[in-house]
C-alpha cells in the first residue's frame, strides 16, 4: 500500500513531497510481476470473480492470455467486455468485487491482483497506438445524443458508434469524463489518464464530442428529441445532498474540493490546516486522503454511524488510516459556526435506539478550519421535462428506456446497480444495445421486442 | 548438513563405497577442479567427471542451451548443445589426481568417451584410470555433435559396438568398475542394457539426454539455442524427463538386470524424493545435473537431509534396505486387476468453487462432475458414480490439498486380468 508523505507538525510538504503523493497509487506491474501474478490465477470454470463484475469481464480467460505473453489479446478481450477497463483498474474497490470472490481467497489467503493485471493488459493495447481494436458496423443512418460525457455516456457512445449508429455527445463540462476526469483521486487516475482513455475510446469513429453544452441551459431535451433517432441521458447526479443543518453553507463540497484539484493540479495547503470530512464513502476518502496527501495538518473524517456501515471498502479506509486520517465514528454535526477559515463544527453524537438512528443528546465543538460534505449527490435541480422520476433517480424499465419515448437513461441517474464507476459501464453498454434493437425493430416494423444486433 | 542421526546414507555403487548416493553427472559442473571442489563442499558424495576424449580437445558451439518452462514460467527442462570436455587431457588428469588426493572420501568416475577403434579406447581408459579415478563410465549416450562422428548414441544406438566398446575397455582396465551410460533414444531400453552386462560392465549409468529441439525462435524461425540464426537437435534433461528415466530404470530392474549391475540413475532428479523414487525402482546410487545448473550445489543439502528424514520415518536404516521395493509392483498391464474400482468424492466442505474439476471432466473426461446450485447460494459439485470411471483427473487439477479423493469401491469381487477377463476375445476364442 502506497506511503504517504507526511510533514512533522508546521514543516510544509514541499514540491517534492506533493509529487510522491500524487504518483501512481499502485504502480503499474512490470512484465515479469504480471507473469507471476498470472501464474496465480486457478483458471476457474463459471468463475466467482466475473460473476461479481457488474461488466462480467471474462477474467480466467484474460489472465490466461498473460500468462501465455499475449498481453494485447488480453487487453482486448477486456475491453470488448468494458471499453472503460482502464479507469475500473485503477478506480474499482475489486476488494468487494472480483478480488474479493477470488477463490485463491480460500486456497492462499490473497486475492490474485486482477485489478492490476487488467490494468497491466488495457496500458499494453493502450501503448500500442494504431488502430482502433473494435470495428465499427456499417453506417445504420440513425444518429443518437448522448447527455452527460461520464462513464455511462462514454460506454454508450462507444457501444453504439460499434453498432453503426453515429453519436454527438453534449457535456457541461470543459472536458469528457465525468467523474472520471472530476471525481476521482488523483493518484488513482495519474498521468492524465481519464483524457488519453477517452481519445482512445474515440478512436472507433462516430462519436463528437460537445463540451461545455448544459442540458436545459444551451439546448432542452425536446431538442435533441427532435433531433435525433434516440436519446441517452447519462447526467450522473450533479447537485451535492446537502448537510441540512444551520450553518451548512459553510462547508464545501467534497466533489467540488476533488474537482478543484483535478482541474488545477495538487497544491501545498496552508501549514497546519485542519480539515473536517462530513461522510462514509469513497468520496470522503478521496477528498480526506487527497487534503493529507497537500500537507493539510489534520484531516478527520466524521461518520454518523459505525464502520462496518462505511460505503468506503475496508481497503479504503486503510488507506486512510495509512495517511494520517483520523476516522471518528457515531457522530454527527448539528450546526456550523464561525465564519470561513474560522469555523467551529457543533457535534453529537449517535447510536442506533430500535433500528433508527439518533442523537445521544451530547454536545461538543470541534473547531477547523475546512469543512467538506461528501455526503451523497442527487439529481440536478432542473430535471429534463416530461421525465419520470422515482425514489430521486430518473425512472427505467428493464431495457434503459425513461417514460419518453426513444428517451434512454443510465449511470448514477438511475437505479440500475451499485453507484460504481464500472456499474455506468454496464448500463452504457446495455442501454445502447437495447436502444439499438428499437430503433431496428421500428424500421423493420416488428415491434420493440423484434430484431436484435448483438 | 544433516543433524538427524539415525539412517545411514553411506552407500555402495557397483563396488564404489560413496558417503551418500548423490553424484553430480558427467556435465559443465563437473568440468574442472574449482567446480568439483566446491562440490564436494557443498556435500556432493561424487561426480562423475565431463566427458574426456583423446586430444586434440573439441571446439564448442555459441550458444549452447535452450529452454523449456513450465506454466509459472520456470524452466522444467533445457537442451543443450555442448560437446565433450574442451581442455587439454592432460589438464583434466592432472586435476582429477590432486582432487583424489585432497578428497580420498569422495568419489570421481571418469567419463570417456572414443572412435569404435579397440586402441581408441584401451588407451584413452588406461590413463584415466591412471588417474586415480574409482572407476569409469562410457559415455554412449551424447545425441548431438559427437554421434555425427561416429561417438556417443551412434555406439550406444548399435548394441553390438556398445557391448564392444565395454568389452575392450573392461580388458584394459581389469577390475576397476566400468558403467555404460544408456542413450534413451532407442526403442527398447533393454538391448542396451543387456549389451552392456554382455560387455563386463559393473554398472548402468541412465538416462542420457533426449534428442530434443527445446523451442523455436519465432523471430529469427530457428530453433533454440540459436548459433548464428540457425540450431540443431540437443540433448533435453531436467525435471520433465524424470517420468522417461523413472520407466527405464523400472524396465531394467523388474527384468532382474539391476541384480547383475548396478543402477546409476540419471533424469530429471532435484530432490530427496526424486532421488527416493528412483532408488526405490532399483537404482544403487542417482547422478544430478540439470538441477544443479539451475540451482546451484547446495541443493544437495536438502537431498541428504529429506532423504534420511524419509528413512527414518520409515525405519530404513540404509539405502539397500528400501532399493527396489517398489520393482515388484511394476507389471505388465495384463497383470492388472480390471475389478479393481475407486470413485471419486469431493468433500464439499474444503471444496472453493473453481469449477476446474467439472470442466476437466466434461471436456477431458467422462462428464461425471456436476453442478448443482445450493440452496444458500454457490455452487456444489456432486460425481456422478455411474460415470465416474476412477480415473484421478479431478484430483490433479483440484487446487485444493485433499478435498478430492479417491475411494475404492468395495465390490468383493476377486483380482481379473485381462486375459482372463469374459469380454477377452482372445480368451473366448481359446475356450
Redesign the interface.
Known sequence: MKRFIVPEPGVAIGESGLAANFSDLHPPLTSVQAATEAFACLFCYEAPCVTACPTAIDIPGFIHSIRHGNPLGAGERILSANILGGTCARACPTEILCEGACVVNDTEGRAVKIGQLQRFAVDAVMERGGAHPFPRAADSGRRIAIVGAGPAGLAFAHCAAMLGHRIVVYDAQEKPGGLNEYGLAAYKMADDFAQREVAFLLGIGGIELRQGRRLGRDFSLSDLQRDYDGVFLALGLEQPAGLGIPGEALAEDALGFIAALRRGGPKALPVGTRIAVIGGGNTAIDAAVQARAMGAGAVDILYRRGRDAMGATPWEQELAANAGVHLHFWTRPVEILGTSGAITLRLTDTQMVDGRLESTGSIRDFPVDRVLAAVGQRLHEVIPEGIAVENGRIRIDAEFRTSLPMVFAGGDCVTSGADLTVQAVEDGKRAARAMDRDLRAATNGTGRQGDSHE | MNNISGPDLACSIAGIESVNPFWLASAPPTDKKINVERAFRAGWGGVVWKTLGEDPPVVNATSRYGVHRG???RPIGINNIELISDRPLDINLREIEKLRRQWPDRVIIGSIMAVMEEEAWKSLAIKVANAGVQGLELNFGCPHGMCERGMGSAIGQAPALAEQATRWVVEAVGTLPVFSKLTPNVADILIPAEAALAGGARGLSLINTVNSIAGVDLDRMAPMPVVDGQGSHGGYCGEAVKPIALHMVAEIARHGLADRMAISAIGGIGSWRDAAEFIALGASGVQVCTAAMLYGFRIVEDMADGLSRFMRDRNYRGIADFRGLAVRNVVDWNDLNLNYDVKAFIREDKC?????C??ACEDGSHQAIR?ETKPSGG?RFVVIDDECVGCNLCQHVC??ADCIEMRPVENGLPKLTWPAHPKNPRRMAAE
Open positions: 506454466m509459472n514460467g472453493v468453487e473453481c469449477g476446474r467439472h470442466i453442478i455452487k487446487p485444493v
